[in-house]
């Protein structure tokens, strides 16, 4: 069982990890969601200072709370991409270094990949074949996963994802920065069928509409709409908004995923993303798919949110195939997670 050291900084988290195969020894994060709610969203800039003053601290703490030195680990991996260039660099060219510096194979990892392998962190396992719900704040996507490395897309938003959508309306709402967390919170109080909210689909242009595609455009729109008309009102009904925002949301998100899965012959639903976190989509995949006689598997909350433990399970698993990626490799802001194939080199370069 390979134990790689992993560092994440493709956004505003800084993390590293030390996992074992698909057990996490030690993990640690530091936010920096404070810093950025002041802007209302990601201060690039802000984001990358920030990374490189916290990353050694990190790997110091996860060293010592996992007794091993970098000595002691059999390769360290980074997320490369995709991501805020800059960011992306720190945690890039501090594992290129310590890689090169202890003499261990480096492995690029993309992002997403990371979050696929998240619910691999839990017990029990997805079995075969099985269609994944990606949704975080830079993606909402249905992956079929066939293995290791094996993935394609069936379905994505074609403009915001479904976490962007949580941030935005949260900001039009006056709740805080992030905004998934804050519109759960204002929700919890809230009548989810007070508003009525548009489902949006996206049209083909044969005719009909993509049947595992999103859009939140129009529901942000309408949210606006909505806010506008209760503009004479004494108060601005946000629980009763927010909960109903959040029902049209997690509703779209599991009703597509679960016809995905069953045109498709998939038995199971696994969910993850920062978006996964959300409670009343966890509780709605698990009354759809009980429903449906469809398994259901949810990343474990801690491991929704960007994370290192995640970058580790997806680099120990390139790895136990034989990828290292090489020294020089480089970051991308974009790259289609079909393409992380490219990210590798096999045999091993060490
Ligand atoms: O996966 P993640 O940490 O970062 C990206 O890769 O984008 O996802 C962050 C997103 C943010 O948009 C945040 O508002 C959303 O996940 N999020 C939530 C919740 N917790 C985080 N959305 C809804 N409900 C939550 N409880
Ligand atoms: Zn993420």
């Not at 805080?176 to 069928?193: D, E, K, L, R, V």
Request: neutral net charge; glycine residues 10%; contains cysteine.
């Amino acid at each position: 069982m390979p134990t790689v050291l992993a560092l994440e900084t493709s956004c505003d988290e800084s993390a590293a990890a030390i996992v074992s195969d698909r057990r996490v020894l030690a993990s640690a994060v530091a936010s920096q969601v404070e810093e950025h709610a002041r802007w209302g969203g990601v201060v690039p800039e802000i984001a990358s200072r920030r990374h490189v003053e916290a990353l050694p601290l990190l790997i110091e703490r996860v060293c010592a709370e996992s007794g091993l030195s970098l000595s002691a680990v059999d390769a360290v991996a980074a997320t490369v991409a995709p991501g805020l260039l800059g960011a992306l660099l720190v945690a890039s060219v501090t594992g290129r270094t310590l890689a090169r510096l202890h003499n261990k194979p480096f492995l690029g990892v993309h992002h997403l990949e990371g979050h696929l392998c998240s619910v691999q962190l839990g017990e029990p396992l997805p079995a075969g074949p099985y269609l994944v719900l990606l949704v975080s704040g830079g993606h909402t996507e249905l992956i079929r996963v066939d293995g290791p490395g094996q993935y394609r897309r069936l379905g994505r938003s074609h403009d915001d994802a479904a976490g962007e959508a949580f941030d935005k309306v949260a900001r039009l709402l006056g709740l805080g920065y992030p905004g998934g967390p804050a519109i759960q919170a204002a929700a919890a109080a809230g009548n989810a069928s007070r508003f009525e909210l548009p489902k949006g689909r996206v049209s083909r242009p044969e005719g009909g509409f993509h049947p595992y595609d999103f859009s939140f455009s129009g529901l942000k729109t309408a949210m606006l709409r909505q806010v506008r008309a209760l503009e004479g009102e004494a108060s601005l009904p946000v629980a009763d908004l927010a909960a109903s925002f959040e029902r049209v949301v997690a509703e779209v998100l599991v009703e597509r995923s679960c016809r995905c899965a069953a045109d498709q012959g998939l038995g199971t639903l696994v969910l993850v993303g920062g978006v996964a976190a959300n409670r009343r989509l966890r509780q709605l995949l698990e009354r759809r798919c009980g429903a449906l006689g469809l398994q259901w598997r949810v990343a474990p909350l801690a491991y929704c949110t960007d994370n290192a433990a995640m970058i580790g399970v997806a680099a120990a698993e390139r790895l136990a195939q034989g990828h290292c990626s090489p020294g020089d490799l480089g970051v991308a802001a974009r790259l289609p997670l079909a393409e992380a194939e490219g990210l590798y080199q096999t045999p091993a370069l060490f």
